[in-house]
C-alpha cells in the first residue's frame, strides 16, 4: 500500500506562505495524491489533487517532485482560518473502489 | 447548498440502542462512502457503494452495522446493539463516476454512546 508520512504538526505566522510537506515514497505511477483539510468537528474539505505536474487553484498549489515521491502543499497567505489538520493521501484502485486511506495528518496552526 | 448533508448532526444513545444516521450525497453523484474518525485519528474506510450496489466492506464494519443505499440516492448507515467503542464521527463522501473521483464530504453524524 502507498502510504504517506507528514509531520505531526506545524506552525506558521498569519500572512506568511505555509509549506506542509508529504512524502510517499512507495507511490505508484498511476496513484494521484490529494489533499484534504479538516477543521474541528467538520468534514474533510478537498483542497486539491495532483499526478504529476504542479498544480495550482484558488485555495493552494501542489508542488510533487519529479520523481513522485514526496509532494508540498503550500498555502500562499496563511490565515487564522487556515488553522486545521491537513492530510495527504495516496488515492489508489483497490478491489475496484477508490477508497482513501488517511493518516493522521499534519496540525497546522497559523498564529497571529 | 448543494454539497453532502448528514442527519442527524448528533446523536446521544444508550448502550444497547440501535441508531440510524442517513446520507443525501451530492445529487448526480453514482458513488458514495462511509468513512468513520475517532478522536485524534484520520477518517477509516467503512463501506462504498456504486449506485444501490454495496461493492466494499471493511473488516471494521461488524455484523451489527448495515449500510443501504435502495434506490441510489441516499443511503442510510445503522448500527445495532450500540458499544461504547461505536462512539465515533461518522462521514459520508460522494464521488462522480466520470473524471478524477474527487470525494467531497459531509459534515459528518457524531455518535455518542453512554
Known amino acids: 500500500d502507498a502510504k504517506t508520512t507528514q509531520p505531526t504538526s506545524m506552525d506558521c505566522a498569519e500572512g506568511r506562505a505555509a509549506n506542509l510537506p508529504c512524502n510517499h515514497s512507495t507511490i505508484s505511477g498511476n496513484e494521484y495524491v490529494y489533499w484534504y483539510r479538516q477543521i474541528h468537528s467538520q468534514g474533510p474539505q478537498y483542497i486539491i489533487h495532483?499526478?504529476?505536474n504542479n498544480e495550482t487553484n484558488e485555495m493552494a498549489s501542489l508542488i510533487i517532485t519529479e520523481d513522485r515521491k514526496s509532494s508540498t502543499l503550500i498555502l500562499p497567505h496563511a490565515t487564522l482560518r487556515d488553522t486545521a489538520v491537513y492530510y495527504c493521501?495516496?488515492?489508489?484502485?483497490?478491489?475496484?473502489?477508490?477508497?482513501?486511506?488517511f493518516g493522521t495528518g499534519t496540525r497546522l496552526k497559523v498564529l497571529a | 447548498d448543494t454539497g453532502v448533508s448528514q442527519n442527524p448532526r448528533h446523536k446521544i444513545t444508550k448502550r444497547g440502542q440501535n441508531v440510524t444516521f442517513r446520507c443525501d450525497p451530492i445529487?448526480?453523484?453514482?458513488?458514495l462512502y462511509w468513512y468513520r474518525q475517532t478522536l485524534g485519528q484520520g477518517p477509516e474506510f467503512l463501506t462504498y457503494f456504486q449506485n444501490e450496489a454495496q461493492l466494499e466492506k471493511s473488516r471494521l464494519l461488524s455484523d451489527r452495522f448495515s449500510a443501504e443505499r435502495p434506490k441510489g440516492s441516499f443511503s442510510t448507515l445503522e448500527i445495532q446493539r450500540t458499544e461504547q467503542g461505536d462512539s465515533a464521527m461518522y462521514l459520508c463522501a460522494s464521488s462522480p463516476t466520470w473524471g478524477p473521483d474527487t470525494q467531497y464530504f459531509g459534515p459528518g453524524t457524531r455518535l455518542t454512546v453512554l
Open positions: 495532483g499526478l504529476k
Open positions: 445529487s448526480e453523484h453514482n458513488r
Open positions: 493521501i495516496v488515492r489508489r484502485l483497490t478491489s475496484g473502489t477508490y477508497k482513501y486511506i
